[in-house]
């Protein structure tokens, strides 16, 4: 099933800019700043309704409303996760309409004319294309499966071709899915039908850059630094609880356990049955023993620290400083390190920076508004 869009649709962030450009007062906000959604169950069916309000000036009377819903949990890879998100988006969206902003762009009967010669043209191309590629297919191409899907055969040369151009078979996979195509894991759930125009597809990627030489000179990566790695402050103390060590830490020197010694150095034999990571949390559980601490509980997870450092280096690219994004993290958690969250307050978080990486992309909020919210 080809996935369409009305070219003459305005998007929401179309619609957002033109708010902008017309209310440069302007601000989008939820009706009921305590409650800005819900969650309902409508017909058998779980969906959070998010209520929008499009304020022309701050003493807008009336501003424009727009309501919206979204199913939960979501039903595609783009929508699963990122449920509230995507009903705010959509309110906003109708909120704005409801001010006189069109989804529909108007067209004068010379575009219409144009926009349809191009539309021949285009299948005119795509018809000449498809030939040429049946004629070039080998007379012994490889029978499609007996489910209707393509052959392992053709999902590894699809894979390496996609490689070729610096794109990965997930991605390609994700994209495909949202257009009804496959099922979004497996490339050998494409039906047969589709092989050859994905081939197509793919052999019209923009090929990747060379890698470029890796320089001596080069700056850390700007979204990390010492404080990432600062250790928490001091756990009051509480009843001392004896942590046990690992079978096989038994030949773990006597000395790094009772002295409450740092991590090893390079040099350090690692004890049988262990590897320098177990060995390295041994002695931190050690440390913390025997300094009468407890161990931190809940904290961040690898995954929520790859997400929080992606929505941190989006901000520093669209002009947040790494001390404004680190100033409101303080602010909204007491800490200013990402590693120090916990899983609770890493989700929030992961919320409140895409929330700001979209106020800054639509022009809602400036660069250093939220650091000094």
Not at 22 to 37: A, E, K, R
Not at 55 to 78: L, M, N
Not at 203 to 228: H, K, M, Q, Y
Request: proline share 9%.
């Amino acid at each position: 099933m080809a996935f369409k869009v009305d070219p003459d649709y305005v998007d929401v962030a179309e619609r957002i800019r033109e708010f902008k450009t017309t209310y440069p007062d302007g601000t989008l906000q939820p009706v009921d700043h305590d409650n800005p959604y819900i969650v309902q169950e409508i017909g058998g069916e779980t969906v959070i309704v998010y209520h929008a309000a499009a304020f022309r000036t701050p003493d807008d009377p009336r501003p424009g409303i727009g309501v919206a819903s979204e199913p939960y949990p979501g039903k595609t890879p783009y929508t699963k996760g990122s449920e509230i998100q995507n009903a705010e988006t959509s309110a906003w969206g109708r909120a704005i309409v409801a001010l006189g902003i069109p989804t529909k762009r108007v067209a004068s009967s010379e575009e219409v004319r144009n926009r349809e010669a191009e539309r021949s043209t285009q299948q005119d191309q795509q018809r000449e294309q498809a030939a040429a590629v049946q004629q070039a297919a080998p007379a012994t191409a490889p029978a499609p499966a007996g489910n209707g899907t393509i052959t392992q055969a053709q999902a590894k040369q699809l894979h390496e071709n996609l490689v070729a151009k610096g794109r990965g078979s997930k991605w390609f996979l994700g994209v495909i899915a949202s257009k009804g195509i496959g099922d979004g894991e497996h490339l050998t759930s494409i039906p047969s039908g589709e092989y050859d125009r994905l081939l197509e597809i793919v052999a019209g990627f923009t090929d990747p850059p060379p890698p470029e030489p890796p320089s001596p000179a080069a700056a850390p990566a700007p979204t990390v630094s010492a404080d990432d790695f600062a250790e928490p402050a001091q756990v009051a103390q509480e009843p001392h609880q004896e942590v046990a060590a690992p079978a096989a830490a038994s030949a773990a020197p006597e000395s790094s356990a009772t002295a409450g010694a740092a991590p090893a150095d390079e040099g350090e034999e690692v004890p049988p049955g262990m590897d320098a990571e177990q060995y390295k949390a041994y002695l931190e559980e050690q440390r913390i023993a025997a300094a009468g601490q407890t161990k931190r509980k809940a904290t961040v997870t690898p995954q929520q620290l790859t997400r929080l450092g992606a929505q941190c280096a989006e901000l520093e690219n669209l002009g947040v400083g790494e001390q404004e994004w680190r100033t409101y993290m303080e602010t909204e958690e007491g800490v200013r390190s990402r590693k120090l969250l916990t899983k609770t307050a890493a989700v929030r978080m992961i919320d409140r920076l895409r929330r700001w990486n979209v106020d800054l992309q639509t022009g809602v909020v400036g660069a250093s508004e939220k650091a000094v919210a």
